[in-house]
């Protein structure tokens, strides 16, 4: 344990050093954008060293283990200390948005969105880096909150201010709604702080104690936790901010957005309300999991619906957390790995979709479906990469989907004790009946978009009408060294964890087991 | 890092040989799996564009595949009277997680390597063929690295230790089937047939999720117990399925489940729809996927855990399960199909889908070698056939598939080509003595010979139809004047073959144009010459007619079922299961008796045969006799169990199969084989040749004297054109999925609950905003400015602060709504809590 505390300063640096970096940007003129964006890179760089060397620090062997645990007087009044540590579960979500922060930040090189001042831009998502890795390693809920509401600003602005036509409308609903949901969590964490005699807010204090509350009470602060939670992952039916969200923001937003932001949602579930409220959680599984096998057909049949490359990936979010929610609701240790193997995996490869469409539009100032076509003649490398992430998403065995998926399923068959296995049987029917439908958008969405000739519209400009090479942007190229650079991590990934799934199962495993276990399920 | 092989055999037993080959059968997929990535990543940068790796890959895999089979042979031949012969097992941990893990690894045994050798010498031979078909097409390389890659999923899928390493390898290959499908993606047809290809057997993939879910939970803790391994072992769930154990509902569950994924797979009715229209890629790719490895996947899947479908399904249970209707189905349905065919390609996939009907319905039916002894013929004559097809169209036809338009006459110019379709067309015919031959009717036979009589007339009617089919499409291509652009009309461009404008683009095919006719290449003809050759011979591995000492695929393949491990011998004769010694026909329990008294008689050749009256053994002679008849079918577990006990007593082994072992395991299901007849042989014989007299008399009538009776009857006659009709429109199947399944589901019902999420979901959040938004303006008019204004005169301060914190609600600012909601909510939860303290 000494050896663990030694190290107890690497969290809370890989944690604020962003805002170290934003401190500096204060300073540089906005119109030295080069400098901007290079400090920016470079505090992302330097968080994810950090990151690399928690990574290597971390001891394997107890991963079901709070290690790198810092604790120090925070807000006395109300008994909230400063409190963090990462676990199996937290040190891959944790790592990866360190991660996501630094592709973005590369691909956000020569890709600021309109309307530029890449200095307000990178200082947000420095910011926001700060609450996501923030929200991964607080144990007390109030500094998680904290952490939770931090993240909502810069998205907030992101959206609002780089964001596409209907940004406004969009940046609000996605503020509201998540603002709506945080303040019922927020009286959710107040009653289980006083139902457990207002001593502390700490995690591992309220798991210990939770349990004792009265199950209908316990019950009703699940509901406030729940819809906190739901409204981020996002839930049927409380996902409607989330295509509207991804829709209008930036590509950086979007992918920020799905890599981690979702994530918080689900996490909070694992992290939080079903560890210190395990009676309530066996009495909420069969209903989360209800909305969880709901969202997979119903976000399949958004995307069905849709003509707009983005708003479908947006949806597919939907029914892909619907699988992380199902393993959930199953509350065994088998269902939650899935859950956490799902939640990296929508995030490396989602993530990567959204890359994928913020270069589709940049080449063809366009989204709509019906008018891409041939893009693997046109832009071969990226036709393929779409290609391949399909496959990924659709949850090709061998890549990484797959494996937040099946087990998902497979755990559904045998829920933990005191679940229904009737409906939960009913469930795992439904969610495989879902990978149908998700490789028919997604297969439909690459027939029609990378498939065929390509569409004259986009092919002609060359030779036809010369008049029309103002812009700078007639020329459709394939994928840039610089988009290469920032993908290619998440495509290797992919497929690493794809072929090697033993890599995280390893690190999750045991915490998610030591979860699992506080309330015997 | 390897766990030790667990192979190990019972104490009782030799010691059964191995050998490198197939100790280390794993690296067979993984060398075209690199091979794979190397292409994709260097490919093009080699002198042969990287199809020489895909080539060289492939012959190492059959060398491989070959050197472990030969070793298998002779760990057979090294097992002792009797004794179980375990498959080689080597297993490496992939992953854990809650409590289960997983391994990854082989399963060698006579099965998996029937298939692997097939599967890796036709992907030679169809590689070979593609350097020359697809010379200079514009995505050779791809074509490669995706054959390839194709190629390294089946075999994963064959050795498969698991069923999730059985799905990885399913899914690869659906995958690849859906890239070389659409290979010509440029065609819009081409596209969409890929996409259906995909989608069909992804549908029917739910059942594989959900079929290997259920049983592996049901199964994990018996497999952990009894045999250490999880409960997604092939192995393992083999075991269990017989032991007695797994309980009525899961099992059948767990069956039909897995069943609806071999359905969509192998093109069984009523998923098999994808298979004809795949037809949409290149030739090669057909003959590989479509006739010898991909819709083979279903087939395999049912032996490989026939235990399950053998106990889930009932086989030998009544005179019907859902494999046998669901396979005799597809024999008639698909051979009906045949016959409207224009497209030569076409009438193969029907074929084709036939043909996997009739190994489904003898898997159904408990003809397991059988079965899997037609898998082995069928994909050596129907690569031949598909190869002589695509020879056609590459130098016979300008690239067209259209048998009616732009064939006739081509055994002129195409003597190999022709020579090599109608021996195989005579094999698939089953006529004696190729290989068809000896794997079809012995599929009948034994259909007949369980109890199915219905599918034995079916399976002979498939027979008839079959000869006729492929005698018209013999005639329309080879025979008969020469049509179309043969005749040097190049009357229509669209005719041709959509990938060939793809292909001519690249010069590589234009200069066919200008000639006529003639012979493909040695890379085409060799390869042809081959399969014919093996379509011949491959019959004479399991030569039922001649003999036992000819029946080898039976001795090395099919898994013996004995009883492994301790057997409590008190135990063995007690029967339970379904059939008890009290429900047996009387005469069977008198054999029973007799058996018994026979205990010391060492059993001859048979493993477990007691129903085989060519067999030379004694016991079998004790037991010819009382064959033959009606009683024939109706023999009892009992009997078999007994002649175990008196023939193996040495090592402790009993038959598996409808009952439970005290103690020890099974690990197959004891089949039943038909005594072949020459007389039933002769029936099936002439039914063939009816069939190619009559058609060939019809195609004469119809297509080149264009006179007679037959000509335009489906247009004078109502009823037959209403037959007709129905079967150009493939059943209407397509019309149900396409126009009414999917696009009921992609538009109406998608755009439903589109419609519900952004009009009532979506309304109840703009709603609540905009009724926030509202209270709150009503609140700052009514209770701010009158209320509270009215206030602010009496008492000053209090309203000013009020009014400034409600104020702003009105102006549209985010952050004021959020606060308004923010404390909204808060009260409203503090209320719930309150309430429930």
Redesign the interface.
Known sequence: MDQLRDANWVLSVGTFLPLAGVLVMLFIPKAEEQLNKAVALLTALATLAVGVYTMTQFDYDQAGKMQFVAETNWISVIKSTYHIGVDGISLPLYFLSMVITVLVMIYSWNHIPSPGNPKAFLMLMLVLQTGMAGTFIAQDLILFFVFFEIVLLPM?FMIGVWGGENRQYA???F???T??G???M???FL?LFFKTGAESFAIPYLVENGGAIAK??QV??F??MFIGFAVKVPMF?F???LPDAHTQAPTQGSVILAAILLKLGTYGFMRIAIPTLPGAAVEWAPWIGLLAVIGII?GA??????SDMKRLIAFSSVAHMGFVMLGISTL???????AV?GMVAHGLITGMLFFIAGSVKERYHTLEISRLS?M??QVPKLGWILGFCA?ASLG???LAGF?GE??A??????PADGLSEEAFRVY??IA??G???A??YL??LY?RT????PNPEFTGQGDGHGHHHGDGHDEVHDVNTLEWIAWTPLLVAIVLFGVL??LM??I??PA??TI?SGFGG | MFAAPQAAAETAAVALKSGWFLDNAWIIPVIPAVAFALIILFGKKLPMKGSELGVLSMVASLVLAGGAAFQWIDRVNSASEGQYIEPVIRTWNWWQSGGIDLSIGQHMDGLSLTVLVVVAFISTLVQVYSLEYLRGDRRYTHFFASLTLFSAGMMNMVIADNMIQLILGWEIMGLCSFLLIGHWWEDKANSRAALKAFFTTRTGDIGLLAGTSILFFSANSWTRENLGVSGFSIRGLSAWALSGSPGSVAITAGAFALFAACIGKSGQFPLHTWLPDAMAGPTPVSSLLHSSTMVVAGVFLVARLFPVFYEGMNIYGSSMNFITLIGGITIIIAALLAFVQDDIKKVLAYSTVSQLGYMMMGLGAGAWLPAVFHIFTHAFFKACLFLAAGSVSHSGSHHSFDMKKDMGGLRKYMPVTFGTWVISTLALCGVFPLSGFFSKDEIIDNVGYAGYDIFMIVGLVGAFMTAAYMTRATYLTFFGEPRGVLAGGHHEEEHHDVHDAHASDHGGHETHASHGPHESNALITVPLVILATLAVGAGLLNAVPFGEKWENMKKWVEPRPVVVGDVDRAAIGELRGFRTADTLPPDTVAITEVIATEDTVVAGEEVVSPDTNMAPAPLMATVAPVEGGEEATAYAYGEGHSTEAGGYGDSHSSVCGKKTPEVGVCHAPYVKHAPFKWSKAALSTAIVFLGIVLSWLVSVQLYTRKRGLVVGLTKRNRLLAAGHGFLVNKYYLDHLYEKVIVRGVAHPIAKGAYWVNQNILDGVVNGAGHGTKGIARWVYRNVDQRVVDGAVNGSGTVARGAGGALRPVQSGKVNQYGALLFAAAAVAGLVLIIINT
Not at chain 1, 332 to 338: I, P
């Open positions: 907030y940046s609000l609903k503020f509201l709604f603002m709506f945080s303040a019922l927020l009286v959710a009653a209908n009470t009703w602060i509901a406030g039916p996902h409607t901010w119903y049949l958004g995307c069905l619906a849709q065994t240790s088998f269902g939650m790995n899935a193997f041939g693997l003649q496959m090709l065995p061998g494996w099946f087990p399923i497979l755990s559904a068959y045998n795992m029917v495989a009946l990978t149908v439908f490789a028919a297969l439909w027939q990378a498939f065929g000739e799934p033993n199962f390893k999750i495993d998610v087991t699992v």
